[in-house]
């Protein structure tokens, strides 16, 4: 704001030491202290005064709500193009070949998630040996428990 250096503030200081005098000097100082304090203080509360008549955080907090609607309007809309753009492409696209029809018997067995963890390089037995919850906990700690029914 002001482009007061350090030469400018010693020329100050000296012209101040002159006029002033070495007794004087110091309550000059504190004083000058004082004037600026009652100054920021006074500016401090004008500005708080008239951002409570205008209601300056209502009108912030509007702004904020009005932001954060339209970041959720852009989302939705991109979430609505991103489904409508996936349920025409699996509308068009022709089932595959090797998968089983919905409707056959077992399939249900056999086209569900493996409850395996599938760290690479970690000793756990192939997808289709794990069909129940207990022996996929094993698989998983690494604990070698027998099977219900075994």
Excluded at 87 to 116: K, W, Y
Excluded at 127 to 134: C, E, G, I, Y
Aim: hydrophobic share 45%; aromatic share 2%; charged share 20%.
């Amino acid at each position: 704001m002001f482009d007061i250096g350090f030469t400018e503030l010693l020329l100050v200081a000296i012209v101040a030491l002159l006029v002033l005098g070495p007794e004087r000097l110091p309550q000059a100082l504190r004083t000058l202290g004082l004037w600026i304090g009652r100054m920021r203080r006074s500016f401090n509360a004008v500005r708080d005064e008239i951002e409570r008549e205008i209601g300056m955080d209502d009108i912030r907090r509007q702004l904020h709500n009005e932001a954060v609607m339209e970041e959720l309007r852009r989302i939705e809309q991109g979430v609505k193009s991103t489904a409508t753009a996936t349920t025409g492409l699996s509308a068009t696209a022709p089932p595959p070949q090797d998968a089983p029809s919905a409707g056959a018997p077992g399939t249900a067995a056999t086209t569900a998630a493996p409850l395996v963890d599938a760290t690479p390089g970690a000793d756990a037995p192939a997808p289709s040996a794990v069909r129940d919850p207990a022996s996929a906990m094993a698989a998983v700690n690494g604990s070698h428990a027998p099977k219900p029914g075994h």
